[in-house]
Nanobody, 127 residues
Framework: QVQLVESGGGLVQAGGSLRLSCAASGRPFSTYAMGWFRQAPGKEREFVAA????????YYGDSVKGRFAISRDGAKNTMALQMNSLKPEDTAVYYC????????????????????WGQGTQVTVSS
């Protein structure tokens, strides 16, 4: 059974940092593209970041560019999202996702069509 499990969420003050992790199990994810979405109450799911299977290419949503950094460890089947300079508007549930064959359009259009999702981890940024 394929599982993506997020961790690292929590409460942080504005300007602070958090590091989210996503652990994949059930199959080797080293050839999968992986990434993050977030969803705040009453809002649509928003693309945060994605990384290709090799780690050679990374993509970010406009609202997090320059503040967040995505990385992965293929050998350990893990992915991380380093979030710096956090703002109250970053408050959301953050979801890890994986995609068998890279297609940016899936990431750019709300994540529809991605193959696997985690259960999410709450990030709350206080002002």
């Amino acid at each position: 059974q394929v599982q993506l499990v997020e961790s690292g969420g929590g409460l942080v003050q504005a300007g602070g940092s958090l590091r989210l992790s996503c652990a994949a199990s059930g199959r080797p994810f080293s050839t999968y593209a992986m990434g993050w979405f977030r969803q705040a109450p009453g809002k649509e799911r928003e693309f945060v970041a994605a990384i290709t299977w090799s780690g050679g290419f990374t993509y970010y949503g406009d609202s997090v560019k320059g503040r967040f950094a995505i990385s992965r460890d293929g050998a350990k089947n893990t992915m991380a999202l380093q979030m710096n300079s956090l703002k109250p508007e970053d408050t959301a549930v953050y979801y890890c996702a994986a995609q068998r064959s890279w297609s940016y359009s899936n990431w750019a259009t709300g994540g529809y069509g991605l193959d696997y999702w985690g259960q999410g981890t709450q990030v709350t940024v206080s002002s």
